[in-house]
């Protein structure tokens, strides 16, 4: 018996009835499937890049309204340190005002002999703005009647006997 190889085989077969395919039209069916396949492909392709190209411009647009937000953020930050430094310097001529009249008063009371209650001022007020240089408010100018009475000679004519104020 001679060995004839399977393709060849089929080849030389003789086509059946019903249900025989020729090497051909095996051949057409799988071009077709390829075609198929690689415009399945091209399709899927083109799904993946167009969505990939959607998303790429929907983060650039994200990407500016961060960049916006964080522009206007810096700003608004800017203007909050700008104010705080107003503030500070505020607060640091206020302090530095009430130092002051504080120490006016105890001198005049001292001067004038009479206790003043004068408050200290609060320990985290001075260690907030009594540490800080700050420029010195301008000194605060009595009214020329308590400048007159502050004069020595002065006092002696006004005092009592009792050596105090009379309106006192």
């Known amino acids: 018996m001679e060995m004839v190889p399977p393709a060849a085989a089929a080849a030389a077969a003789p086509p059946r009835r019903g249900g025989a395919i020729t090497e051909e039209e095996r051949q057409r069916k799988r071009k077709t499937s390829n075609r198929l396949s690689a415009r399945r492909s091209r399709v899927k392709r083109q799904q993946r890049e167009g969505s990939l190209t959607a998303r790429a411009a929907q983060l650039e647009i994200d990407n500016e309204a961060m ?94 006997d009792a050596g105090s104020l009379p309106w006192l």
């Open 67 to 160: 960049r916006v937000t964080t522009a206007l953020m810096q700003q608004q930050c800017s203007l909050v340190q700008q104010q705080n430094r107003v503030l500070s310097a505020d607060a640091r001529y206020l302090y530095s005002l009430l130092e002051q009249q504080n120490s006016q008063l105890r001198v005049l009371g001292e001067l004038a002999g009479v206790p003043m209650d004068v408050q200290e001022i609060p320990v985290h007020l001075t260690q907030l703005y009594g540490g800080l240089q700050s420029p010195l408010a301008p000194p605060l100018s009595l009214p020329p009647e308590i400048q007159m009475l502050l004069q020595p000679d002065q006092l002696d004519d006004i005092m009592d």
